[in-house]
């Protein structure tokens, strides 16, 4: 079984998570930018997590034959923070870098002003740089809060099928699957979906436009959950060919509209840290080279 991974932090995961993930069949993350957990006070903390992101990250999963990319944008927690405004300045130098794959994650958290500002302005950024976006919907009135994101979205003028909605539930896929919109489905304990309720939206609203995460972090977290999750597909009388599809497929063809989605095998006694890949423009090149 092969795993992609759209949806998982794994700055806040440890290398025996990527060992344990490799041996479950994942091949291939999406690594989002986010909020810490710890607020940050200026531009240049979020420069050196991006970089982090692009450079040594990469690395840390290349190591055990994982490919990584990742997503960039101002979180919409941080976006009112009137410290972390500059971010929104500095994303156009970094969503030129070839690992980066999508602009996000970019939504809603409270639904004020300054998160509309920053929603809008990343959704230019987006058409701008020809890339697809990835959304955070609310954890608090996450239906008001998604109808509002999917508003957003058709007023910026960017092609739904370039859009994921995640951190979806029973009361807002159908919604987003009538948008056009992608839509991603986080399986995380205690406070986001299980296995058996993502096995029972997908037997109710299909698989097409479906990507099933972990957005496994700093929380209480698990990142397996895309290889239960897939198990459970199975057990609940899903073909192999349909789990390919939703761990594999599907994440590849959303992602892969970046044109970046280079997937090649990745052996891990070739993996070195990519110190100079935030100085090359786009091209990303190897340390010491």
Request: charged share 30%; hydrophobic share 40%.
């Amino acid at each position: 079984m092969r795993i992609f991974d759209p949806h998982i932090h794994m700055t806040s995961r440890t290398t025996d998570d990527y060992e344990a993930m490799y041996a479950a069949g994942v091949r291939a993350v999406v690594e989002p930018s986010f909020w810490l957990g710890q607020p940050r006070t200026s531009v240049d903390s979020f420069t050196d997590y991006f970089d982090a992101l692009l450079g040594w990250e990469p690395y840390r999963a290349a190591q055990f034959g994982i490919q990584h990319r990742c997503t960039i944008a101002l979180n919409p927690k941080e976006a009112n923070d009137p410290r972390c405004a500059g971010v929104l300045d500095v994303l156009p130098r970094y969503l030129a870098k070839d690992r980066v794959v999508a602009v996000g994650e970019i939504g809603y958290d409270s639904m004020t002003p300054e998160e509309d500002e920053a929603l809008a302005r990343q959704l230019e950024l987006a058409v701008e740089h020809e890339l697809p976006v990835l959304v955070h919907t609310p954890h608090r009135d996450k239906a008001v809060g998604t109808r509002r994101t999917l508003d957003v979205v058709r007023e910026s003028g960017i092609p739904p099928e370039h859009v994921l909605v995640d951190h979806l539930n029973e009361l807002t896929v159908a919604m987003v699957a009538d948008s056009g919109c992608w839509m991603g489905f986080s399986v995380y304990p205690d406070i986001k979906l299980t296995e058996d309720r993502v096995v029972r939206i997908l037997k109710e609203h299909g698989t097409e436009r479906m990507l099933v995460n972990s957005a496994a972090d700093w929380g209480r977290s698990d990142p397996l959950k895309t290889r239960t999750t897939a198990d459970a597909m199975l057990a609940a009388g899903f073909d192999d060919d349909t789990v390919d599809q939703v761990m594999w497929r599907n994440p590849v063809a959303f992602y892969g509209q970046s044109s970046r989605l280079d997937l090649e095998e990745v052996k891990p006694e070739d993996a070195r840290p990519d110190d100079t890949a935030l100085f090359e423009g786009d091209s990303v090149k190897r340390g010491g080279e």
